[in-house]
């Protein structure tokens, strides 16, 4: 679940759809000075059901602090759901990254649980060189070393290619993403981006005035040839600062609402 949580980012590597646009990272370089550190707090309620998952709620905590050189980011998401054959579940996943900002660096490290015990837990470093050419290289589940796909992006910086995106207007962009939540390598995305401009309704926090929004939707893929349908999906209303309110999040037998409970921008750094 967390990878497709990942809303500063939600999270991957963009290759963009229309002709002559820039490279996926030659975007995120050109936008993530736009990013902004944050603390949003989101209620997760039950959106809709059809399947074995009776009710679910929960909530989930996103922080990304600003370290001058990198992007810290820390994600909490506890979902407490009754299912017609298991009872009551809790799952929690908790999800640490360091981005180095020229998005060629990424630290991770994913521990997810259920009703307190430890499900699975990845973790390791992964690099990009100038030419695009990555590897990870995990601690765990396993020791092992896997390539990147050329056009890997990581979470911040797909974030950012997501906004270059939308601010020039293409409608989808067809993504590669690392993010470190699973133990397989880079996954498939497609995204798609709709409605980019000026709020039409007040912003769901003073933070937010006056800053641009727009729908984007996020399909998660294996990178295998019977991966036909999406792992995962989710849905958001992004602003051009990295911000996300308004989550869909469908997990297949289920779907949850995301509702942005509490917004804090600390102060950019005076110099770093």
């Known amino acids: 679940m967390a990878a497709a949580l990942l ?27 736009a990013l902004v550190g944050q603390r949003a707090l ?6 809709e059901s059809g399947g074995n998952t009776l009710s679910a709620s929960g909530n989930m905590t996103y922080v990304v602090r600003d ?31 360091l981005e180095s900002k020229d998005g060629r660096h990424l630290v991770f490290r994913t521990v997810q649980k259920s009703n307190n015990a430890v499900l699975q837990v990845v973790s390791g470093e ?12 995990y601690e765990k589940p396993i020791k092992k070393t ?24 293409t409608p989808s962009i067809a993504p590669l993403l690392f993010d470190g939540t699973g133990p397989d390598g880079a996954q498939e995305t497609y995204i798609t981006l709709l409605g980019w401009g000026p709020l039409k309704d007040p912003a769901p926090s003073p933070a937010l005035a006056g800053q641009p929004a727009g729908r984007v939707h996020v ?54």
């Open 7 to 33: 809303l500063a980012a939600l999270p991957s590597a963009c290759l963009a759809a229309a002709s002559g646009s820039p490279t996926p990272l030659s975007a995120a370089r050109t936008t993530t000075s």
């Open 67 to 97: 370290t001058c050189s990198a992007w810290s980011t820390q994600q909490h998401l506890d979902i407490q759901s009754a299912t017609r054959n298991g009872g009551a579940v809790n799952m929690v996943s908790d999800y640490t990254t």
């Open 126 to 137: 992964a690099s990009i060189d100038a030419l695009g050419h990555g590897v990870v290289e």
């Open 146 to 169: 896997l390539k990147l796909p050329t056009g890997t992006l990581f979470p911040m910086a797909h974030t950012a290619a997501i906004l270059a995106a939308a601010q020039r207007g």
């Open 219 to 272: 399909a998660f893929f294996g990178r295998t040839p019977d991966s036909i349908l999406p792992d995962y999906e989710i849905g958001m209303r992004y602003f051009a600062n990295g911000v996300s309110d308004m989550l869909d999040m469908d997990f297949g037998d289920f779907r949850m609402r995301g509702t942005l409970h509490s917004l804090t921008l600390p102060p950019r750094a005076a110099r770093c």
């Open 42 to 47: 989101y209620d997760l309620s039950l959106a």
